[in-house]
């Protein structure tokens, strides 16, 4: 099983709403990503988890909270959102601790904010 | 001037024909990736390259790591084959962040 899901496929949120996307893996990789995408432009990175522990965050809003459950799962919690974050949310995972390897793509999901 | 640079941006050709779409680098590297992603959809990764060619199908990826410079081959190209296909470069001594270029667009006509 070489796939990332994730759900929803498509979220529509007003700027009061508390949401949660939701990103799984069972290729028993130690890394998972989360990304965020405008049209046109290339994937931005936002968190990185490795071994469950948040390594990396890319300086992102503190209404964008994730959390990694375990090692198959990432969740990316939002609250008081901004029409500006609305964009594609990719998450990706790839094996071992040190990043090297090959990062594998969810489907994404497509986030709306009215 | 952007770190990855792809060309070109658009590609438009007739089903069959040999694409060739290039991508070149600045910066010192520890592994460069071809990704592909169609309309409104997920990324899928193509290949992973450090060093040589590679090949999978009618996909084939080479880098000269002395030039900077990649380049992403697809034969007798379907028009399932049209997605924007994207070079990322992994800099070197950098583990986890990827430098994304623009991507090409690619349309194959039936």
């Known amino acids: 099983d070489t796939e990332v899901t994730q759900t929803p496929k498509h979220l529509v949120m007003g700027m009061t709403n508390k949401k949660s996307l939701k990103c799984e893996q069972h290729?028993?990789?130690?890394?998972m990503y989360w990304y965020k995408q405008k049209a046109k432009k290339p994937p931005e990175l936002m968190f990185v988890?490795?071994?469950?522990?948040?390594?990396i965050n890319e300086s992102v809003p503190s209404r964008f909270s994730p959390e990694c459950p375990n090692s198959s799962l990432l969740n990316l919690h939002l609250h008081a959102l901004q029409p500006e974050d609305s964009a594609l949310y990719l998450c990706?995972?790839?094996?071992?601790?040190?990043?090297?390897?090959?990062?594998?793509f969810g489907p994404g999901t497509r986030l709306t904010v009215t | 001037k952007n770190e990855v640079e792809q060309s070109p941006q658009n590609l438009t050709a007739q089903e069959g024909e040999f694409i060739t779409i290039n991508c070149s680098y600045s910066?010192?590297?520890?592994?460069l990736h071809w990704l592909q992603q169609h309309p409104g959809g997920g990324i899928v990764s193509l290949f992973m390259?450090?060093?040589?060619?590679k090949k999978h199908g009618r996909l084939i990826a080479t880098i000269n790591i002395q030039e900077k410079h990649s380049s992403l081959h697809i034969t007798a190209s379907h028009p399932r084959d049209s997605a924007v296909y994207i070079c990322?470069?992994?800099?070197?001594?950098?583990?986890?962040?990827?430098?994304w270029g623009a991507g090409t667009k690619l349309i194959i006509k039936p």
């Open positions: 988890y490795s071994y469950e522990k948040l390594s």
């Open positions: 990322a470069v992994r800099r070197g001594g950098s583990n986890y962040q990827l430098i």
């Open positions: 390259l450090s060093s040589g060619k």
């Open positions: 990706a995972s790839s094996g071992g601790r040190s990043f090297i390897y090959e990062q594998y």
């Open positions: 290729m028993g990789h130690r890394a």
């Open positions: 910066v010192g590297i520890s592994a």
